[in-house]
Nanobody
Framework: QVQLVESGGGLVQAGGSLRLSCAAS????????MGWFRQAPGKEREFVTA????????YYADSVKGRFTISRDNAKNTVFLQMNSLKPEDTAVYYC?????????????????WGQGTQVTVSS
């Protein structure tokens, strides 16, 4: 089992920044690739970004490329999502997830463990 707890969400104006954190506990964190997904009201959960277990490989949705950065600190069992130049369409609940493999995936069902989510609201 892996337990994931997100933090850092909040209300920000368009153009602003937020940094989300996801703290992991339980099974060995370093064996998992990690991902961030988001879900807006009335919409399906969608991929945002992912990082391999080494941190050397990252993936981004086209909608956030160049604005968001994923990173991880394996010594602290934590993954981060730095979000810059936020837009109102970025408003959603953001979820941290642990992948079943160490390589990273954009697919929801590939992720076995999920956090409870943190709300990000971007005002125009």
């Amino acid at each position: 089992q892996v337990q994931l707890v997100e933090s850092g969400g909040g209300l920000v104006q368009a153009g602003g920044s937020l940094r989300l954190s996801c703290a992991a506990s339980g099974r060995t964190f370093t064996t998992y690739a990690m991902g961030w997904f988001r879900q807006a009201p009335g919409k399906e959960r969608e991929f945002v970004t992912a990082i391999s277990w080494t941190g050397h490989t990252t993936y981004y949705a086209d909608s956030v490329k160049g604005r968001f950065t994923i990173s991880r600190d394996n010594a602290k069992n934590t993954v981060f999502l730095q979000m810059n130049s936020l837009k109102p369409e970025d408003t959603a609940v953001y979820y941290c997830a642990a992948d079943n493999s160490p390589y990273g995936s954009k697919v929801v069902v590939d992720h076995a463990y999920w956090g409870q989510g943190t709300q990000v609201t971007v005002s125009s």
